[in-house]
């Protein structure tokens, strides 16, 4: 009768663990698609802030507009700047800790204080140059023509290698050495 009972209380054992091993198999699938969704939202955001920032420098009015308007630009264009930084931030810190963050990505310099004089320097000119460059080729790296947009297919380690030779190729200290405090 013992014998009974320990093979009774087995076979009840591997029922609940079957149950508690298919309940735990479901838990992780959710979790591992709320993990991608929760990427393709950062990467979708990511790029929209990329290519804003990209269309409104697209247009080169900087180098025509007046010393009020151009203040006005240079602010604009320094808050896109940031919320393109911090959009890559939030990203590292809520959905990858493989997205990268370097010390060159898209706030580095105080755009927003460009043209204190009413001009913009020579230097600040290649700074947004260089800077438009970067974003896009990010902005390219990222496209999809299947979309019209973002590769919704990037993995976390292909985005972080497009952030990465985005910005390792030169340093902008290295490039404009005058311009770093």
């Known amino acids: 009768m013992s014998k009974i009972t320990i093979h009774k209380m087995k076979n009840i054992l591997l029922v609940f663990l079957s149950i508690g091993l298919i309940i735990t198999g479901f838990l992780l699938y959710q979790e591992r698609e709320e993990n991608n969704n929760q990427y393709k939202l950062f990467l979708n955001k990511f790029y929209d802030n990329v290519n804003l920032t990209l269309s409104y420098m697209e247009n080169d009015e900087y180098t025509e507009l007046?010393?009020?308007?151009?203040?006005?630009?240079?602010?604009?264009?320094?808050?896109?700047?940031?919320?393109?930084n911090m959009t890559l931030e939030a990203g590292r810190s809520f959905v990858s800790r493989d997205i990268p963050m370097n010390k060159f990505t898209f706030f580095t310099l105080p755009v927003h204080q460009f043209?204190?004089?009413?001009?913009?320097?020579?230097?600040?000119?290649?700074?947004?140059?260089?800077?438009?460059?970067?974003?896009?080729?990010?902005?390219?790296?990222?496209?999809?023509?299947?979309?019209?947009?973002?590769?919704?297919?990037?993995?976390?380690?292909?985005?972080?290698?497009?952030?990465?030779?985005?910005?390792?190729?030169?340093?902008?200290?290295?490039?404009?050495?005058?311009?770093v405090n």
Request: glycine letters at 6%.
């Open 66 to 84: 007046e010393e009020g308007s151009l203040t006005k630009y240079m602010t604009e264009l320094g808050m896109r700047l940031e919320k393109t």
């Open 115 to 179: 043209a204190e004089n009413g001009e913009l320097t020579a230097e600040e000119m290649r700074y947004l140059e260089f800077l438009e460059e970067k974003l896009t080729s990010i902005q390219s790296q990222l496209y999809s023509e299947d979309t019209g947009q973002e590769n919704p297919n990037i993995s976390v380690e292909e985005f972080g290698e497009i952030i990465a030779l985005a910005v390792q190729d030169r340093d902008y200290r290295q490039v404009y050495p005058d311009m």
